[in-house]
């Protein structure tokens, strides 16, 4: 695609739902990677996936959090038993090369997560 | 470890002045440092880039940005603002080409 496409863009749960957040990178890119955008604040850092291997996680905030990107392709952000500090914006990026490279990261528009 | 402060929560300019934003970093190896914009709903789109080689960096919508190691800044400027300038802006920094941290962002209006 044109560019790096995320759903749903506005999901509502009540707490203690699970929740899944889709990503879709743009086409061919290598890199995938999740932050989360805190009202109010800049994006922090949660995961980063090269091809379908998760290479970093430290920036997941707790075990509730889980990402995967199966097949190499599209990414799937899950959040279990969801709390009301999950609250935010969780933006995903996607780059054309690997680790250690100046290519830049091209971010989708976000998904914004309300736990109610 | 690595860390972005942005200096000024937000900052008002007259159309067609100087639009100047403030960044400094902290970073135990050389860095790599971006220059990011968001528009309300919207994703970062990338502005600008310094990874090696010249210190002044020009991007796109005519902004630029110098990275000066003696001050570990990157301040981020445009001679000129338009009203399509507002938005909220990032500075981030990468010591591993790879994950990238932000400031808290600098919010700016522009004053017809």
């Known amino acids: 695609g044109a560019g790096v496409s995320q759903s749903p863009r506005y999901k509502v749960a009540k707490r203690g739902q699970d929740v899944a957040l889709r990503c879709d990178p743009i086409s061919g890119h290598v890199s995938l990677f999740w932050y989360q955008q805190a009202l109010g604040q800049g994006p922090e850092f949660l995961t980063y996936?090269?091809?379908?291997?998760?290479?970093?996680k430290s920036g997941l905030p707790s075990d509730r959090f889980f990402a995967e990107r199966p097949e190499g392709s599209v990414s799937t952000l899950k959040i279990q038993r969801t709390q009301q500090e999950d609250s935010a914006v969780y933006l995903c990026?996607?780059?054309?090369?690997?680790?250690?490279?100046?290519?830049?990261?091209?971010f989708g528009d976000g998904t914004r997560l309300s736990i109610l | 470890a690595q860390s972005v402060t942005q200096l000024g929560s937000h900052v008002s300019v007259s159309e067609g002045a100087l639009v100047l934003l403030r960044c400094n970093y902290s970073s135990s190896v050389p860095p790599y440092l971006f220059w990011y914009v968001q528009y309300p709903n919207q994703g970062l789109q990338l502005l600008l880039k310094?990874?090696?080689?010249?210190?002044l960096v020009k991007g796109i919508n005519g902004f630029e940005a110098e990275f000066k190691k003696s001050e570990t800044s990157f301040h981020l400027t445009k001679p000129s603002a338009h009203m399509s300038d507002a938005a909220e802006y990032f500075c981030?920094?990468?010591?591993?080409?790879?994950?990238?941290?932000f400031g808290a962002g600098t919010t700016v209006t522009v004053r017809a």
């Open positions: 310094y990874t090696t080689g010249a210190t």
């Open positions: 981030a920094v990468s010591e591993m080409a790879y994950k990238l941290s």
């Open positions: 996936f090269q091809n379908e291997a998760q290479l970093d």
């Open positions: 990026a996607s780059s054309l090369a690997r680790v250690r490279s100046n290519q830049p990261q091209h």
